[in-house]
């Protein structure tokens, strides 16, 4: 009786659209929270580390079998969300087809590195907001406020209150619900993905096709390996089954938001790492800030400036989208 309990499955969750929550996002909104969920400071780091010591120019190829592999999944997502319309994702989906206690471990996984990694994107945007400003928050805080020398790992230096501040802003715009906070996620995603499009289109104008003559020079296997460390960028795919009981017509929209948002990422990682290895060699790439840098040495040395800005507001939007997930899984 006792093994049979930890393998019980919930299926009267099925088919069940009665929920406490406003169904208030549509088609539009459902895409723009799992782009937003996809594309954060990621994507500005693990494009130019692959392409400088994995794939070269070849990191568009790596980009779209990293996306065929991540469609597998999503197709997954999309057919338990048309079956299953209830807040939780992949939780929920494991109850009801797997059982009780593997719905735990998944669930308990999921909120562990849903909290870790919403702590990285807090200190990610930190750290990028500050370099706006010439680090003088870093330095003001450690000259005035408080720094330890001596701290121990995993311990900081100095208490980062530009993450700590921007992660209570984010449940402060959570706390007004979805209904209202959508319009900034919305908002800060067409900032990102405006952004992604700049770095595609431009890095063909400034770029030389030169670049790309040796366009697999780690050979066919690296373009493997670079794939797998870029599977890393597209995580947040689900984003919009976890928000399916706020979903107008969920069992419809919500499979066709999953996919599409995923193609859509796929689609400009692609053209960002083409561009990026277009716009300079892949031996000169600098692996810490590989745009800005690319940028700073091209025609246009001031576009390097909109990078950073771009960077912001992308981890911002990651964390934003990042916070409501652990939010409802929870």
Same mark, same amino acid.
């Given at each position: 009786? %006792?093994?049979?309990? $930890? %393998?019980?499955?919930? *299926?009267? @969750?099925? !088919? /069940?659209? !009665?929920? =406490?929550? $406003?169904?208030? $996002?549509?088609?539009f909104d459902l895409i723009?929270?799992? #782009?937003?969920?996809?594309?954060?400071?990621?994507?500005y780091v693990l494009t130019g580390?692959?392409?400088?010591? &994995?794939?070269?120019p070849a990191i568009i190829i790596s980009n779209l079998l990293a996306g065929?592999?991540? $469609? %597998?999944?999503?197709?997954?997502?999309a057919e338990f969300a048309a079956r299953i319309p209830r807040a939780g994702s992949s939780y929920i989906f494991i109850y009801e087809s797997v059982g009780e206690i593997l719905a735990f471990l998944v669930g308990f996984a999921s909120i562990v590195g849903g909290?870790?990694?919403?702590? #990285?994107?807090?200190? #990610?945007?930190?750290?990028y907001f /500050?370099?706006?400003?010439n680090n003088k928050i870093h330095s003001f805080i450690t000259k005035y406020i408080i720094y330890w020398p001596n701290a121990p790992a995993p311990f900081a230096k100095y208490p980062d209150l530009l993450a700590f501040g921007i992660t209570i802003l984010i449940i402060l715009a959570m706390l007004a619900g979805l209904r209202n906070s959508k319009y900034l996620t919305n908002s800060l995603t067409i900032v990102n993905m405006s952004a992604l499009v700049f770095i595609g289109i431009t890095g063909f104008i400034l770029g030389d @096709? *030169? !670049?790309? &003559?040796?366009?697999? =020079?780690?050979? #066919? &296997?690296?373009?493997f390996r670079g794939s797998s460390l870029l599977l890393y960028s597209y995580i947040g795919f689900e984003m919009a089954t976890i928000a399916i009981e706020e979903a107008k017509n969920p069992s419809k929209i919500v499979p066709q938001a999953t996919v599409i948002s995923l193609l859509i990422v796929t689609l400009l990682y692609s053209l960002v790492g083409a561009s990026l290895t277009y716009l300079i060699s892949y031996k000169d790439i600098n692996s810490e800030s590989s745009f800005a840098h690319a940028y700073g040495l091209s025609k246009w040395p001031w576009a390097r400036y909109l990078i950073s800005i771009a960077i912001v507001f992308s981890a911002g939007g990651n964390l934003l989208s990042g916070t409501y997930g652990n939010i409802r899984v929870m």
């Open positions: 009786m %006792f093994f049979r309990n $930890l %393998f019980r499955k919930k *299926h009267s @969750i099925i !088919n /069940d659209l !009665n929920t =406490p929550l $406003l169904r208030c $996002l549509n088609l723009f929270l799992s #782009v937003s969920g996809m594309v954060g400071s990621g994507i580390v692959v392409a400088k010591t &994995q794939t070269g065929l592999a991540c $469609l %597998f999944g999503a197709l997954c997502y909290l870790a990694s919403l702590g #990285v994107s807090a200190r #990610v945007w930190s750290a /500050d370099t706006l400003f @096709i *030169h !670049n790309y &003559q040796s366009f697999m =020079p780690f050979g #066919v &296997q690296s373009i």
